[in-house]
């Protein structure tokens, strides 16, 4: 079903008849929102100048998941469809797009994070990031700790520079697209075309790609491997072995680094490993979490 934005909020708002949708807003923050098809029972929410998506009694605890740049609430969904009865599953949009070009880094991604759930009175939180959404995460753990219980990291940023494929500004070349969306992955097919089609948008726009190529180059500014060690919140480390963007030595990286981790690595995937392997990351999630 490929429904226009007006129209896709409009019918996303009968669900929130307490609340107005602020289209505008939503349309800026989360130009790649992920409701391509199956959402997987996840709701939208606008409130002030947040937006995110959540999943699960609001009487659970709180479980945030942090996406990368692309990534959406559909790299967690089949995982949170898994934790709903224990936990809510909240997926802020993190404001990549629609943020001034002096706060395009990771960093202030972590700040955000501390506004985000102080106004939508979040505590005793898990706190889970993929790519730049876990860099996010750590930054957050350590400028916030009493908000956190337990972190969760897929192949995430912090201890390397997350590049752009050569040839980005190839914008308007859809296949170049494919190529870039298809190399997070082991299987190349695992993006649908209508997910790469939201991606390819985003491209369209250059105020986006700027923004883009400013906090992959962020990556590289706020390395954490002195910030690190400082954490002392139970980690859990996912890593795809064959991550060809941050490679395993990175990971192994995290490993020796943090100081209360559990590490798995999986065979057979690629950068985001809980979209790529959902039911072998919430197996690992699930262990994790009752310990």
Known sequence: MNLSWGRHLSILSLFHSNQALDEVLIKERAP????????????????????????????NQPLIFCHGIFGSFRNIAEIAHGLKGKYQIIVPCLPMYDVALKQCSVKSLGEYLVRFTE???????????????GGAVLHFSLLAPEKVEKI?????????????????????????MRGLLSDIFYDKNTASEK???????VLQKKSNLIRIFSFTRSTKKDLMH????????????????DDEVTPLEIGKEFQRIL????????DKCGH??????PQECLKIIKNFLEK
């Open 259 to 266: 100081p209360n981790n559990e590490f798995h690595v999986l």
């Open 152 to 176: 969760i990291l897929f192949s995430s940023s912090g201890l390397s520079f997350i590049p752009m494929r050569k040839g980005a500004l190839k914008i308007r070349d859809y296949e170049y």
């Open 272 to 277: 985001v490993p809980p979209y790529e392997k």
């Open 195 to 201: 997910e790469l089609q939201e991606a390819f948008q």
């Open 32 to 59: 790649v929102l992920g409701m391509t098809g199956d959402d997987f029972g996840f709701q939208l929410h606008q409130k002030g100048k947040h937006v995110y998506l959540s999943l699960g009694d609001t009487r």
């Open 119 to 133: 106004d939508l009175n979040f505590n005793k939180c898990i706190v889970a990031g993929n790519s730049m959404g």
């Open 226 to 241: 002195e910030e690190l060690p400082l954490i002392q919140k139970k980690c859990l480390v996912i890593w795809g072995k």
